[in-house]
């Protein structure tokens, strides 16, 4: 009996230490061209992290599809931090879109497979819509019904993403909550469960969350055809937040370690 109960203990400061590892954020970096069917333009940025990151792209002449530049939250100012499915975190910025050119823009928690691509909470100037979609994210529209919200490039409107783990079960699936405040009125989309993933893919990267190693922070996307050939934009992130979250963690109990005696 007390083999079990060394063993319980210690699997519970197990499973403590790992719901607690979520990277310690204190910079950001900027990645440029992403995408580059405008090789040419004029490119140029500011990263203030966590005051301001901005990112200016101007067309000189191309007729390509567009131009796709992030950023990404860092521990050590160099290089991107990776998350993993049972980190438990939030993170928000105010952005504001501008320019005589077209873009999407907004906020992005990205998968193994397309770190720099997808997972968007995505604001676009074309037509105002703002949705969330892609990678592992579940679908949201704050568009559609019951919001039926528009974006008007030169507003500002702050975006905030929550990441939970939960369970990381069937039963007990990670949730993303996405959030923002436009005109000083909040919306939310409450939380929302994520799907399975690919068990054949499990190990390293997991299932029922948003997948290891995943990326968070920042991006910008514009569109050149749309833009015309002296079409220009501005985006840009304020008041960047970034919190790990203390995520309540049952305890272990016979069941779950009574596979390791027998």
Known sequence: MRRISIALAGLVLVIAAVATATPAINSAVVITRVFNDCPGSTLSF???YPALISIDDQNVGCIGYANLHVWRFSTDG????AFANGDAFKFSADLLLSGTGECEAGLQLSPWWSLLVDGRFNVRTTDGEIACFGGRLPF???TGAPHLLHYVKGSPI??????LPNGLSVGSPATIEYKLVYGGNPY???PLAFDEGNPAEDPPHGVWGMLSPAQAGGF??????QSGPQGAVH????NIGFEPLTIAVEPATWSTVK???R
């Open 259 to 261: 596979g390791m005696f």
């Open 46 to 48: 500011v990263n203030n």
């Open 235 to 238: 985006a840009e992130w304020a």
């Open 220 to 225: 910008v996307q514009f569109f050149v055809a």
């Open 158 to 163: 702050h975006l905030e993403i929550i990441y």
């Open 140 to 142: 949201y529209s704050f």
């Open 78 to 81: 160099t290089t991107p931090a």
């Open 188 to 190: 939310t989309s409450g």
